[in-house]
T-cell receptor, first 116, second 116 residues
């Protein structure tokens, strides 16, 4: 079953604008990760945030985590055409729940299109 | 170059004809995993392996087999493929299974399978 669910499903913005997408999950987690996928290609890791962290930055990326609301957000600032991709959140609940050992569970993704 | 490789990249086959998709990583990772990606469903885990000779079912294992005889290889076997196994398949690896500190997964380029 999907643990993380992204919102919105699709997002269209212009270059220079910020893009924000959200991820909600159902059970306790150890950490949450965001990945990017360019059309039909393998996923590339962007950022990992642990359950005891609230915010993390990496370049133009900012991730927040609210464990009380079981949600995370990914903000891409000053977007570029090259940011056009699908973005997935993935939750790692290893050890937190008995049937989650070794599992990284992905949501369905947010498709972002950045137009010049 | 550190990478996960998959072969073949594209495969068209017929119902019932056994096939194997190979996966190999050169990073000495303990953990390897197979996912399938279908529109609107994100990535779903098929099988994973915590180490050599240790494999376990993911969320959608029916119709698939795996083996982990060597650390670097983790082939996915479809004994009798059916049309509902038409999908995009990804192999991934990480240094170890997840947990409180989290582990980045490295993805292969994907194998697009069509079962007629």
């Amino acid at each position: 079953s999907q643990q993380g669910e992204e919102d919105p499903q699709a997002l269209s913005i212009q270059e220079g604008e910020n893009a924000t997408m959200n991820c909600s999950y159902k059970t306790s987690i150890n950490n949450l990760q965001w990945y990017r996928q360019n059309s039909g290609r393998g996923l590339v890791h962007l950022i990992l945030i642990r359950s005891n962290e609230r915010e993390k930055h990496s370049g133009r990326l900012r991730v927040t985590l609210d464990t009380s609301k079981k949600s995370s957000s990914l903000l891409i600032t000053a977007s570029r055409a090259a940011d056009t991709a699908s973005y997935f959140c993935a939750t790692d609940a290893s050890w937190a729940t008995t049937d989650s050992w070794g599992k990284l569970q992905f949501g369905a993704g947010t498709q972002v299109v950045v137009t010049p | 170059e550190a990478q996960v490789t998959q072969n073949p990249r594209y495969l068209i086959t017929v119902t019932g004809k056994k096939l194997t998709v190979t996966c190999s990583q050169n990073m000495n990772h303990e953990y390897m995993s197979w996912y399938r990606q279908d529109p609107g469903l994100g990535l779903r885990q098929i099988y994973y392996s915590m180490n050599v000779e240790v494999t376990d079912k993911g969320d959608v294992p029916e119709g698939y087999k795996v083996s982990r005889k060597e650390k670097r290889n983790f082939p996915l076997i479809l004994e009798s493929p059916s049309p509902n196994q038409t999908s995009l398949y990804f192999c991934a690896s990480s240094f170890r299974a997840g947990g409180p500190l989290g582990e980045t997964q490295y993805f292969g380029p994907g194998t697009r399978l069509l079962v007629l």
